[in-house]
């Protein structure tokens, strides 16, 4: 079957880095997603990574290691507004989203 | 900006009655879908259409049904409610090139009682 793992819960410190990750078993691969999503709302894109290695977008960053399934989001001088769940998701072969349950990133100041 | 707008942002409804999820769109997106999200558990596909009149089944589909008559608009039904059904329902959309990222509707917080 085809899964993607996140840690549930992860906390923070204000002025800190965090890395989120997310390894995965699927279809086939056509590129990895990372969405923020703040409670109540939509999640809303942050990232796509397709080849190996690190984009980087600001305080934000994704890496990808195809080879071993395997992504993180790298959150760099974390504000309190940074407080969300991040999802990541994986289209498979079919180019269907697969999506992992979600890391709760709690910051504290 | 795109927008993916749904209708309700919250809906309570009875056991066993018929309930619509609108879900209209501004982007000239080919792709829409609905999703569920439950807690502990990823996005849940329900269905997803690539063009007008045209649908797919996701991976949990049944118990309900879409409509989709023009781009803009998906529409999903849930033929007989039931508690079950109660759950965080998101629409989103994207273009057809199978690359870009989907946007997201603000979610419809259903509660089936």
């Known amino acids: 079957g085809q899964n993607i793992d996140q840690p549930t819960e992860m906390t923070a410190t204000e002025g800190a880095i965090v890395q989120i990750n997310c390894t995965y078993q699927t279809s086939g691969f056509n590129g990895l997603f990372w969405y923020q999503q703040h409670a109540g709302e939509a999640p809303t894109f942050l990232s796509y990574n397709v080849l190996d290695g690190l984009e980087e977008k600001g305080r934000f960053s994704s890496f990808l290691s195809r080879s071993k399934g395997y992504s993180y989001l790298l959150l760099k001088e974390l504000q309190m507004k940074d407080s969300a769940s991040y999802l990541c998701?994986?289209?498979?072969?079919?180019?269907?989203?697969?999506w992992g349950a979600g890391t709760k990133l709690i910051i504290k100041p | 900006d795109v927008k993916v707008t749904q209708s309700s942002r919250y809906l309570v409804k009875r056991t066993g009655e018929k309930v619509f999820l609108e879900c209209v769109q501004d982007?000239?997106?080919?792709?829409m879908f609905w999703y569920r999200q439950d807690p502990g558990l990823g996005l849940r596909l329900i269905y997803f259409s690539y063009d007008v009149k045209m649908k797919e089944k996701g991976d949990i589909p049944e118990g309900y049904s879409v409509s989709r008559e023009k781009k803009e608009r998906f529409s999903l039904i849930l033929e007989s409610a039931s508690t079950n059904q109660t759950s965080m329902y998101l629409c989103?959309?994207?273009?057809?090139?199978?690359?870009?990222?989907?946007?997201f509707g603000q979610g419809t917080r259903l509660t089936v009682v």
């Open positions: 982007m000239d997106h080919e792709n």
């Open positions: 998701a994986v289209r498979d072969s079919n180019y269907q989203l697969i």
């Open positions: 989103a959309s994207s273009l057809e090139d199978r690359v870009t990222e989907a946007f």
